[in-house]
RNA sequence: CGGGGCGUGGCUCAGUCCGGUAGAGCGCACGGUUCGGGUCCGUGAGGUCCCGAGUUCAAAUCUCGGCGCCCCGACCA
């Protein structure tokens, strides 16, 4: 139970958002380094998180399956960049059974590699393509400094891994899944991202091109919300996934691999969120309604309760996730800020004026206070919720557009540009160069975001060095 | 691995400088009161003061050693 204020977005961030996931009790502290618990709470918000996305899966062609969460080190080996890139984050079980192992295994930090030796024993011929195949777990990564939901240890995604007889195929599905990210942060999250593709630097350790949904927070920093990536035959060659193709020619398979992660709710979290607590958009918060009576005597109650029990029953059959507080302990008052800090898009109070009227008040989570209170007919009420969630839905997503276009800027010069991404990103010609982005990043701490696949097209000059540039890129300080 | 801070009831912390019977607020339990924006009053339960060694008649407090956590950088979904 919540009982003192959270810290403001203005004064800290940080400790806010800290703060916030506790006290909406989404998730705790682990007694393992860097690990969270995912509370009920937060759970049941990444159950529909995961649960559309499952749908949109399944209808795309792509099936679920498990692989074991332990690898053998050797296989890290495999890929070149790829144990470059894994190797300083890997938890290495040495013992079993209270004996040394003979070959260490990694805790899985990610599957391509498990998944890879798998896929080059199943494939054989161009019959068997493509593999679409999902996973749905947790992985473990020893980071150096965690953040519940955003990069915590051991953290909770979907790992998609796909095999296909050609690059055009291999290069639709690493699109059709950024399409699917989009749709979902977009729909779903009410989170206005970005696609695109990321720099060299920035890519995946073993891909040949990384793709990502880009999300501004509410503090201005970038946080990378989906990744989708092309590998080529890069894992195909490192683990031998070769099928026989229509002329009898052994071919390599062009493979993908993809994944949202429960960093997903940071994003939810610091996209919608104000100083009053969690605001979650009704299509993925677990409670869409909360029904709060109120009254001060028996009398009152029997009537009251007899309203609100009809506004449940009524809700509810209308598919409306709802609750009814008929904690008697405490007051309305208590219960207004308590699920407010949790983030129910729309409280709906009946008291005994609302009855006699015919009437309930709606208020509205997105417009705190008064401003967001409406008296609304009790004849008709599923209709009018189902509208209401729908109007929070788009508000919310307007909200998130208008902040994050009004904080995105186009610099004169680098200097401008540095003064820029110190509260918010910067758009600007990029020559694609590897020492300009680490120049910004020097300077800046800003890095690279994406180099989004809508382009304003011609040429122009490189903000950094004033080389030619054909493409544009976001820069800004990430998460 | 560098730089800062901190370990005292469930939580946030005071007490440490200057050694002398372990405290507050919140939370929790019970009773009453209240209920259209975080009610108020009363009663009560709850502590190896991070661990170890030392100094002392006496250590949460002083000394030495260890462990752990948080924040800021380098790694990252």
New binding site residues.
């Given amino acids: 139970?919540?009982?003192?204020?959270?810290p403001t977005r203005s004064e800290n961030f940080?400790?806010w958002y800290?703060q916030l996931v506790l006290?909406a009790e989404l998730a705790d502290?682990a007694p393992?380094?860097?690990c969270m618990v995912v509370r009920p709470y937060g759970w049941a918000l990444w159950e529909n998180i995961c649960s559309w996305l499952d749908r949109e899966f399944k209808e795309t062609g792509h099936v679920n399956a498990a692989f074991p969460f332990l690898i053998p080190m050797s296989f890290f080996e495999k890929e070149k960049e790829h144990v470059e890139?894994f190797s300083?984050?890997l938890a290495v079980v040495t013992h079993g059974g209270g004996e040394k192992l003979e070959e260490p295994l990694a805790v899985r930090p990610t599957s391509e590699t498990i998944i890879g030796h798998m896929y080059s024993k199943w494939i054989k011929s161009w019959r068997d393509l493509p593999v679409l195949i999902v996973q749905w777990g947790s992985?473990l990564?020893?980071?150096?400094?965690?953040?519940l939901?955003?990069?915590?240890?051991?953290?909770y995604?979907h790992e998609g891994h796909t095999a296909h007889a050609t690059k055009e195929e291999a290069l639709e599905e690493t699109y059709r899944i950024l399409d699917i990210y989009e749709k979902f942060a977009i729909q779903e999250g009410a989170i206005p991202v970005i696609k695109g593709i990321?720099s060299d630097?920035?890519?995946?350790?073993g891909a040949q091109m990384?793709t990502?949904i880009e999300a501004m927070m509410q503090d201005k920093r970038a946080?990378?919300?989906?990744?989708s990536h092309y590998f080529g035959t890069n894992f195909a060659k490192a683990f031998d996934i070769q099928y026989l193709d229509r002329q009898n020619t052994l071919q390599f398979c062009e493979t993908t691999s993809w994944?949202?992660?429960?960093?997903?709710i940071?994003a939810l979290i610091m996209t919608h969120s104000d100083d009053?607590?969690l605001v979650l958009p009704p299509r993925l918060a677990p409670t869409q309604v909360v029904v709060?009576p109120?009254?001060?005597?028996d009398a009152e109650?029997a009537k009251?309760m007899e309203a609100a029990d009809s506004v449940f029953q009524e809700l509810k059959q209308a598919g409306i996730r709802l609750k009814l507080d008929d904690r008697?302990?405490?007051?309305?008052?208590?219960?207004?800020?308590?699920w407010?800090?949790r983030g129910v898009p729309l409280?709906i109070?009946?008291?005994?004026?609302?009855?006699?009227?015919g009437?309930?008040?709606f208020?509205r989570r997105d417009v705190?206070?008064?401003a967001?209170?409406t008296?609304v007919p009790r004849a008709g009420l599923a209709g009018a919720v189902q509208s209401m969630l729908v109007e929070i839905q788009a508000a919310l997503l307007a909200k998130a557009t208008a902040f994050r276009d009004a904080n995105i800027h186009e610099p004169r010069d680098y200097e401008d540009l540095k003064h820029i991404v110190e509260d918010g990103w910067v758009f600007a010609w990029w020559c694609g160069s590897a020492d300009c982005e680490a120049k910004v990043?020097d300077d800046t701490?800003a890095t690279t975001r994406n180099i989004p696949l809508e382009q304003p097209g011609g040429a122009g000059t490189c903000i950094v060095c004033g080389r030619p540039a054909e493409k544009k890129v976001y820069f800004a300080r990430?998460?």
């Fill in positions: 139970m919540a009982e003192d204020k959270l940080s400790e800290n006290k502290y393992v380094r860097g890139g300083p984050e992985v990564r020893w980071e150096l400094r965690t953040k939901f955003l990069r915590t240890a051991e953290f995604w990321k630097t920035e890519r995946f350790a990384t990502s946080l990378q919300s989906g990744t994944a949202i992660s429960s960093r997903f940071g009053h607590g709060v109120i009254y001060k005597n109650k009251v008697e302990e405490v007051t309305p008052g208590f219960k207004f800020n308590d407010e800090l409280r109070e009946i008291g005994p004026r609302d009855v006699e009227k009437t309930v008040a208020a705190p206070g008064k967001g209170k008296f990043k701490r990430g998460y």
